[in-house]
């Protein structure tokens, strides 16, 4: 299996996967409810902390100044961390991280492991890695094993089944937990994956994680969550193994201040998520005993590469862009083809595929902007969007695709005054095949999106500059 | 496998444009990054202890303000309003401020008179903390902006796992361990950096089945504090 | 004051009133109105859909064009943003230093139409008179890009005989963005469709915003919906007065 991120590899086109996604009422309803709430609470709890823009600033310049000297830190951290007792690993792909989290879970003979949410096993699809390999992975967040029993993909960072509702959810758990019966409110079904849980906390000896922070100075991890299962995944087995991206350093203890105010307010509206959980390495009676790191590459050194883009990398997957993108909006995350959803999603799930696959993503976007503007680390995603347009232009499409013919023809006319003119005199007396009592209901080829669904006043017989000219020389001929 | 960290290394450098070993640049670049930030708080005592009741209020967290003289006092009315008969308390934790085990008092809404039990953390597996009505523990600072509390799991704090695994917890938080702002809180645990650490912000909770807020999923469902001072 | 107008490629084609418009306001509030024949587009099209070094020509043309014009007044905020945005970057990437220079010099002197109404002019009432129910849809461009805020709504405020109403979810986009409203059609319909509903709750008559592009957009999706609801550039309730009625 040869895994970059996700699905995306083979995902349809953004503007294919988004079609029965729009005719689909109940999950365009479910995540217009999910991510209007979200984004009320981020409004309220961004307003009361005054100093949002001032942390917005640090954060963006602490990532900056990480990536610039992305190596320090990491071999910083990687001291660190096996002084206190850890094992760190590197893996240049997916498959590489997958085979290492493999070799450990097998090295410590476990069948089974205990998963809390993360982002990058989903990128490596380490679950269908274990799975083929013959462990079991339970995942423990809510949502995701709403997923997994559902056998689902996620479609959002932060609140992966917000396409799902109760009723749905309770079939699911019914069908799935061999259950008799089972009320359908939230706290019925949170608590059903309680009991279902609690054993599997209490008996498997190996977690797995993500990390939302590598710490450089002291070789600590901090991972914030709300359920608990994190926690218990990170302090009941014996073995912990967690996965992190290499931009996910930064450099000191200190630095936690900045991120720890500027994520829970993104990502779920709160205050404070009810729990942050930093430790370094392993510590004594108190959690496992042997913690490995494995720290993945997967195409984040080709984003570092490429300084228009490189803020990509800045990224702590608060998911406040989804919640405020309309596009998102109105497809939810599947049509994305990559666990990452959305505008961040959009951006760099190509770029991990070294544009290659996902060449529609960056074209997924208005670029309205919103997503800039609540970005917690200032990432511009529009002008990332742009950047990565040029790119697929330049290193992917052939110089007679019609698309790039069409541009490059109006170039042309855009380049004279006089090609300019003589356009808008051939525009205007060539419109007649479509035009009837001044509109245009219907265009031919890729112009017929435009007019499915929206008429176009036809073309006028005076452009702007000929009734200037009139008039100039009207006052002329006055004067 | 150091092949592999090796070839990460190089392809950072030379995205990056060579190695980042000049240390002193470095530092001098990392000095002067912008932190126009607040950092520190600005209300005064009384102000501040409002503000984390009402906060901890907010994530339905149960708080009883008491003093010094009084605290085993509260903590055996909170036990016995919420019918905790097996409490665990954390290894440390002083035992002058635990009420009185076998005076037996009339239990909650008009139950049988029953007395608690307490066992210390270090009598307790995994099955104890599982099973019993709740745990006791001391704290390391409190977040008034945030409602938060601050655990190093140092003598009075309990393991990791001792907070988790049961249904109440029950915090005692002196107010002079109360600060306003996050990076005050940080400025307090620099010293204990490489602690475990965790920051408890009310009980556990998820909104993942239509971003409705439901209370306790793996951790404990109830958090009680006895703000003492 | 002497101000010299960019009309934007698709005004001056597909909406001469808007620039008609722009002139006779101009000149009512005794300003002398320049239109250099040798524009034609600021690149916005190219750039913003991947055809970048296409676009470096067009940014040396605008350059060229308005070199020595003193105020540049752009009824279109997209246009505008494309040239603050993205013109520093691209003259620094050519590598021309006299461009680069040029292009810095160039940027102080460009304003949106309500932009320098307010902010060069210091007007909020310009004595224009409409009569109608009005609804203002916030672009993204004139909102999170050039940071507009309540000016183009300051405007319409002192408009005489205006019946001005909100509209809900101000800061959604329409779904028009450029080539996205053809590359992704049908999202882009869905992102109309919502707007629409807004626009038509509001049971303005017209709808008016700060670009012809945007309103062209949910003009479309109105008139194919038969909804009645007009879209009118804000230039042209501006130029409208009870003297010379509406331009």
């Known amino acids: ?479 | 496998m150091s092949g592999t960290r090796e070839a990460v290394l190089k392809r950072i450098r030379s995205a990056i444009g060579g190695s980042s070993a000049d240390a002193a640049a470095r530092e001098a670049e990392r000095e002067v990054l912008p932190r126009e930030y607040r950092r520190a708080g600005s209300l005064d005592a009384d102000a501040r202890l409002a503000m984390f009741i009402e906060r901890l209020h907010e994530y339905d967290a149960n708080v009883v303000r008491t003093d010094a003289a009084r605290v085993a006092v509260a903590i055996g009315a909170i036990l016995q309003e919420h019918g905790q008969r097996s409490v665990i308390v954390a290894d440390g934790f002083p035992v002058e401020m635990l009420p009185d085990p076998i005076t037996p008092k009339s239990g909650a809404a008009g139950g049988p008179a029953e007395s608690f039990a307490f066992r210390r953390e270090e009598k307790a597996n995994v099955e104890d903390l599982d099973r019993c009505d709740g745990i006791i523990t001391s704290c390391f600072a409190g977040i008034a902006f945030t409602g938060s509390i601050v655990l190093t799991h140092g003598p009075g704090e309990g393991a990791r796992r001792f907070t988790l695994l049961p249904d109440r917890h029950l915090c005692v938080v002196r107010t002079e361990q109360v600060v306003e702002t996050v990076p005050e809180a940080m400025d307090r645990l620099a010293g204990f950096a490489t602690a475990p650490i965790t920051f408890i912000s009310g009980p556990s909770a998820t909104a993942d089945i239509e971003m409705m807020r439901v209370r306790g999923v793996h951790g404990p469902r109830f958090l009680d504090v006895v703000l003492v001072g | 004051m002497r101000i010299t107008l960019f009309i934007t490629c698709y005004n001056d084609t597909l909406f001469p009133e808007t620039g008609q418009a722009v002139v006779r306001l101009l000149e009512r509030l005794g300003h002398e109105v320049v239109f250099p024949l040798d524009q034609t587009c600021c690149g916005q099209m190219h750039y913003n859909t991947g055809y970048q070094r296409e676009a470096v020509p067009l940014m040396k043309r605008f350059v060229e064009t308005f070199r020595e014009a003193e105020t540049i007044c752009i009824p279109s905020s997209s246009c505008v943003a494309m040239i603050r945005d993205h013109y520093p970057l691209m003259a620094e990437e050519s590598g021309d230093a006299e461009l680069v220079r040029a292009v810095e010099e160039l940027l102080p002197r460009i304003y949106e139409l309500s932009e320098l109404l307010v902010k060069k002019l210091g007007l909020e009432d310009v004595g224009a008179y409409y009569a109608h129910r009005v609804t203002y849809h916030a672009s993204c461009h004139s909102l999170r890009g050039l940071q507009l805020g309540d000016i183009p709504l300051r405007l319409l405020r002192k408009v005489r005989g205006i019946d001005l109403v909100e509209l809900p979810n101000i800061d959604r986009c329409c779904g028009f963005g450029g080539t996205f409203a053809v590359k992704n059609g049908d999202v882009s319909a869905a992102m109309l469709a919502e707007k629409m509903k807004d626009v038509e709750n509001t049971t303005a008559e017209v709808c008016t915003a700060v670009d012809n592009s945007c309103l062209m957009h949910i003009f479309g999706g109105l008139h194919r919906a038969r909804a009645g609801v007009k879209t009118v550039h804000l230039a042209q309730i501006l130029a409208s007065t009870e003297a010379e009625g509406e331009a």
Request: aromatic share 6%; net charge positive.
């Open chain 1, 1 to 479: 299996m040869t895994v970059r991120v996700g699905e995306s590899a083979r995902a349809l086109p953004f503007q294919k996967a988004a079609l029965p996604l729009l005719d689909d009422a109940q999950l365009r309803k479910n995540v217009r409810h999910a991510t209007d709430t979200i984004q009320r609470k981020r409004g309220l709890v961004v307003a009361e902390q005054t100093d949002w823009q001032e942390l917005r600033t640090a954060a963006s310049a602490i990532k900056r100044h990480t990536l610039k000297h992305l190596d320090t830190y990491l071999t910083q951290f990687e001291e660190r961390f096996t002084a206190a007792g850890g094992v760190v690993h590197w893996a240049s792909d997916a498959d590489e991280a997958n085979r290492i989290v493999l070799g450990l879970v097998q090295q410590y003979g476990g069948k089974e492991v205990i998963k809390i949410k993360t982002m990058t096993s989903d990128e490596t699809r380490l679950n269908e890695a274990l799975e083929q390999a013959g462990v079991h992975p339970y995942e423990t967040d809510l949502a995701e094993l709403i997923i997994q029993l559902g056998h689902d993909k996620p479609s959002h960072i932060v609140v992966p089944a917000l396409h799902k509702n109760r009723a749905q959810i309770r079939e699911i758990f019914l069908r799935e937990m061999g259950l008799k019966e089972l009320g359908n409110r939230p706290e019925d079904l949170t608590a059903a994956a309680r009991r279902f849980l609690r054993e599997k906390f209490l008996r498997v000896k190996i977690g797995v994680s993500g990390a939302n922070f590598l710490i450089a100075e002291t070789g600590g991890v901090c991972i914030v969550e709300s359920e608990g299962n994190g926690r218990m995944c990170l302090t009941m087995p014996e073995v912990l193994i967690s996965m992190a991206g290499i931009e996910k350093v930064i450099p000191s203890f200190e630095d936690l201040e900045v991120f720890l105010q500027l994520l829970p307010r993104s990502a779920t509206g709160e205050r404070m998520n009810p729990y942050n959980s930093i430790w370094t390495g392993t510590h004594e009676d108190d959690g496992p005993k042997h913690f490995h790191v494995v720290l993945l590459d997967n195409g984040r050194t080709s984003i570092l590469a490429d300084k228009e883009s490189r803020q990509t990398l800045h990224c702590i997957r608060c998911a406040a862009c989804l919640n405020t993108c309309p596009v998102y909006r109105q497809t939810g995350g599947h049509a994305y083809g990559s666990s990452y959803a959305g505008p961040i999603g959009a951006i760099f799930t190509p770029q991990v595929l070294n544009m290659e696959h996902a060449q529609s993503l960056p074209y997924a976007s208005s670029l309205c902007g919103a997503c800039y503007e609540v970005c917690p680390v200032k990432i511009n995603i529009p002008e990332v969007l742009i950047h990565l347009r040029g790119r697929v232009v330049r290193e992917q499409k052939s110089a007679l695709d019609p698309e790039a013919l069409g541009m490059k023809a109006m170039a042309t006319v855009f380049g004279s005054r006089h090609r300019f003119e003589a356009a808008q005199r051939l525009a205007r007396v060539g419109q007649w095949p479509v035009v009837s009592h001044g509109w245009v209901r219907h265009l031919p080829g890729m112009m017929g999106n435009w007019t499915a669904v929206r008429d176009m006043k036809a073309i006028p017989d005076q452009p702007f500059r000929a009734w200037w000219k009139q008039r100039q020389k009207k006052q002329e001929k006055q004067a």
